[in-house]
């Protein structure tokens, strides 16, 4: 199964919102309500910023957020600041017990 | 604070067996809710679900990677494995092992820090 695809970048000055996609299909994105999205700084863990498409763990701030519109979920941060600059990576649940990953978008801040 | 630490080596031969542990702390790995997963990261790629044991022993394993991979579990360390056999230079990646909570495998709220395996003779 194809990965899930994102942009390989985006940028944004520091107070701009910025939006992130992930296009899958009805089989993965389309089909189920489980979209998650990550933040990962090189050499350190990842870290869950969205679950379920739209919620938020606990601690993560309000400037991030999540929908999905039928097989593209997006992640869109608000405020952006300097410390958001990170590689995103989204994933959606397939079905028969698997889950696989977009392939990352680098976001730059400004 | 549920914590997961990677342990292994660092560098494997071609043809030979890549094991992994992964040691969970500040949580039970023998809580009915969570999936334990494994994850790898390829140099300059994205990441990709290899798969999980639940705690009484069950597994499922990506299609792709399942004729080559066995994830076990030993609750009395809070421990569990990867093994992935026969292994190339295709197999070079950080390894990561992280939690899921059921149902389903809706995603993963706690990651170990990752373990760089290379593949080479």
């Known amino acids: 199964q194809s990965a899930l695809t994102q942009p390989a970048s985006v940028s944004g000055s520091p107070g701009q919102s910025i939006t992130i996609s992930c296009t899958g299909t009805s089989r993965d994105v389309g089909g189920y309500e489980y979209v998650s999205w990550y933040q990962h700084h090189p050499g350190k863990a990842p870290k869950l910023m969205i679950y379920?498409?739209?919620n938020r763990p606990s601690g993560v701030s309000d400037r991030f957020s999540g929908s999905k519109s039928g097989n593209t979920a997006s992640l869109t941060i608000s405020g952006l600041q300097n410390e958001d600059e990170a590689v995103y990576y989204c994933a959606s649940y397939t079905g028969a017990s698997t889950l696989i990953f977009g392939g990352g978008t680098t976001l730059t801040v400004l | 604070q549920v914590q997961l630490q990677e342990s292994g080596p660092g560098l494997v031969k071609p043809s030979q067996t890549l094991a992994l542990t992964c040691t969970v702390s500040?949580?039970?790995?023998?809580?009915?809710?969570?999936?334990w997963n494994w994850i790898r990261q390829h140099p300059g790629k994205g990441l990709e679900w290899i798969g999980y044991?639940?705690?009484?022993?069950?597994?499922y394993y990506n299609p792709s990677l399942k004729s080559r991979v066995t994830i076990s579990v030993d609750t009395s360390k809070s421990q569990f494995s990867l093994n992935l056999t026969s292994v190339t230079a295709a197999d070079s990646a950080v390894y990561y092992c992280?939690?899921?909570?059921?149902?389903?495998?809706?995603?993963?709220?706690?990651w170990g820090q990752g373990s760089p395996v290379t593949v080479s003779s």
């Open positions: 044991i639940y705690y009484r022993g069950s597994t």
């Open positions: 500040g949580d039970s790995i023998s809580s009915a809710a969570y999936y």
């Open positions: 992280a939690r899921s909570p059921l149902p389903w495998l809706r995603f993963f709220d706690s």
């Open positions: 379920d498409v739209s």
